[in-house]
């Protein structure tokens, strides 16, 4: 019998064989045929972006302007009338039957039921929403619904790339990647915006960065982004002057107001909850058919005053951002877009809360821009540039997707000059609507149904750690042939967890436990090592994550972990359990919040117990 006492564990690994051995230790090899998958869903997602904005132009021409026509149409000039008002109350009625009759997941604005599929639903979705989601956004927006087309079109490349997932047998997590890919390619063949695509999966659907899931989903942006070029060009969506602030002190302004439109997302955020819950709570007979009507004759009445509105505005923010309008006007309109979308998408209707963001932004941040400077007439820069940093604040902080409204607004300006200000503005705003709100727009309505979402993503602790830092490195070691009675008059048993067998040469061949030595009657006593010890543990080398061997734990369902020198070296150099590595978690507590730790931390008396 030997006590082992090692050192400090070493900080490498062992060194990685050479030449082809390495070939998918890194990236698996599976990964190549999933990209081309994605690639697929790409020029798929890239194809439905496009036919849902001929449909939604379609209505639009149809139902306010008496044409048939697919041309770039919007309805802020109508001369319809009074009659206006009930435009959309017709759209309403078609869509609330759609969803009452054959898919409730239609109502609305897509990425919330996207995620639900992701985080429980193993990625599944059905493929009547594939079909539907398009007509019934194309319908709602093209009579006028407040709404944008991007948050349907990710739920429909989604539900595409989900589609064709089940179709192929892969797994639910490849499924989640292709979901993923097809979301990110309805994004960037919306807005010709492949970065924003590609974060807008990782931040709202992936909730990671990882090379397996990153490359398919980039390459689907990638290939969608071809096919939006390959029908409209390289011209951007929303077209703006160069931009440049006067100095640095005018970061304090976009500072404000990035504060101003934290405020806004906030009220933004608990007015759509609250309007929800209203019409969910409406007592009328079908409230899944009729609350999108009542939500639309008020939008109509809203866009009988201010027609800016009514439909995606695309205009609307176009002419934001080249200072078109009056302060007034984009007080006005911001005020109006603001209600027109809380009350149109919490009767239960469906459409994107992206570009109505953007529009309740941009009149925010213009006026901002425009009112500061009557008082400091040589600090404020173009007024443009405030209302394209306030779209983005507005949008990071309810969707809590900062990152993809920066990168977005930066791809539609193609301005390096507006990358400050947007970063300014978005991570305070952001800031500001995490302090007062534990839910984002996208959100609130899982959590309301009893589901736990966090938009928060990070490196697991197990990921983090190496086996060798939770080890312990002082532990006892038998011969094969030592005879139980000699072991027992040693070692106590219930002052052991469990003990490595070794050959002559020190190789592990099992391990006994507790219960091994206790289970036997005094007449047997001369049973050895050898006869006593099992397989129950998995092998581990110094440098591995505590991840890949947890992994390994589960599979082969074991709580004991036996590290060794390498792969060809099995003397064991130090012992773990299953509630080492649960120790982790209290590392974790004490590095995040400093609260004293009352056992073992990593690295340290985990090692020398």
Same mark, same amino acid.
């Given at each position: 019998m030997a006590k082992h006492t090692t050192p400090e564990a070493g900080n490498g690994q062992e060194p990685a064989p050479g030449g082809n051995q390495q070939f998918g230790v890194a990236l698996e090899p599976q990964v190549v045929k999933i990209c081309g998958y994605a690639l697929l869903v790409g020029v798929i997602g890239g194809l439905v972006a496009q036919g849902l904005l001929e449909l939604i132009y379609f209505f639009t021409n149809l139902f306010f302007y008496g044409r048939f026509s697919f041309a770039i149409s919007y309805p +802020? =000039?109508? =001369?319809?009338?009074?009659w206006v008002i009930l435009i959309p109350a017709a759209g309403g009625l078609v869509v609330g039957?759609?969803?009452?009759?054959? %898919? @409730? +997941?239609?109502?609305?604005h897509g990425i919330p039921e996207a995620m639900e599929a992701v985080l429980f639903g193993q990625s599944r979705m059905r493929f009547r929403v594939a079909i539907l989601k398009p007509l019934a956004t194309a319908l709602a927006i093209g009579t006028g619904g407040p709404f944008g087309a991007e948050g349907p079109i990710i739920q429909t490349g989604g539900a595409c790339g989900s589609l064709l997932g089940q179709a192929l047998g892969l797994s639910p997590y490849y499924r989640r990647v292709l979901l993923a890919a097809g979301a990110a390619a309805g994004m960037a063949a919306t807005f010709t915006a492949p970065l924003a695509g590609i974060l807008v999966a990782v931040e709202l659907l992936l909730f990671e960065l990882r090379a397996r899931s990153f490359i398919p989903v980039a390459l689907a942006s990638a290939a969608a982004t071809a096919v939006r070029i390959f029908f409209v060009g390289w011209a951007p969506l929303f077209p703006t002057p160069p931009y440049r602030i006067t100095s640095t002190s005018e970061l304090w302004l976009f500072a404000l107001l990035g504060v101003l439109t934290g405020v806004v997302g906030i009220a933004m955020i608990r007015s759509l909850s609250w309007l929800e819950d209203f019409f969910d709570r409406l007592p009328i007979p079908k409230a899944a058919i009729w609350s999108p009507v009542i939500g639309a004759l008020i939008l109509g009445v809203i866009g009988y005053f201010c027609p800016q509105v009514f439909g995606t505005s695309y205009d609307t923010i176009r002419n934001m951002l080249n200072d078109r309008y009056t302060p007034g006007s984009l007080l006005w309109i911001g005020f109006a877009k603001f209600w027109a979308l809380v009350i149109s998408l919490g009767s239960g209707t469906t459409g994107g809360v992206f570009a109505p963001s953007l529009v309740v932004g941009g009149g925010l941040g213009a006026a901002f821009a425009m009112g500061c400077r009557h008082i400091f @007439? =040589?600090?404020?820069s173009n007024p443009g540039l405030y209302a394209l940093v306030a779209m983005a604040g507005v949008f990071g902080c309810i969707a809590r997707a900062p990152f993809t409204s920066i990168v977005f607004l930066f791809e539609l300006s193609h301005d390096p000059n507006a990358l400050l200000p947007l970063i300014v503005c978005v991570m305070i705003a952001d800031g500001v609507?995490?302090?007062? /709100?534990? #839910? /984002?727009?996208?959100?609130?309505?899982l959590v309301k149904r009893g589901l736990i979402v966090l938009q928060d993503y990070w490196v697991p602790v197990l990921m983090r750690a190496r086996i060798d830092q939770v080890m312990r490195s002082e532990f006892q070691v038998l011969q094969g042939g030592e005879e139980l009675r000699s072991v027992l008059q040693k070692l106590p048993p %219930?002052?052991? #967890?469990?003990?490595?067998?070794? #050959?002559? #040469?020190g190789n592990l061949t099992g391990i006994v436990e507790a219960h091994d030595l206790m289970r036997t009657e005094p007449p047997d006593h001369h049973f050895t090592m050898k006869e006593l010890m099992h397989q129950d543990y998995v092998?581990? /080398? @110094?440098g591995e994550a505590v991840d890949r061997v947890h992994r390994r734990m589960l599979l082969k369902n074991v709580e004991n972990v036996v590290v060794v020198k390498s792969a060809r070296d099995l003397r064991p150099i130090g012992i773990v359990r299953a509630n080492d590595i649960l120790q982790l978690r209290r590392w974790l507590l004490t590095e995040e919040d400093g609260e004293p730790s009352r056992g073992p931390l990593l690295g340290r008396s985990a090692r020398s117990r």
């Open positions: +802020t =000039h109508n =001369h319809v009338g009074f039957l759609l969803i009452y009759f054959f %898919e @409730p +997941t239609l109502k609305g @007439p =040589h600090l404020v609507v995490r302090l007062f /709100s534990r #839910d /984002s727009i996208m959100t609130v309505k %219930e002052q052991l #967890d469990f003990i490595p067998i070794v #050959d002559g #040469d092998l581990a /080398s @110094p």
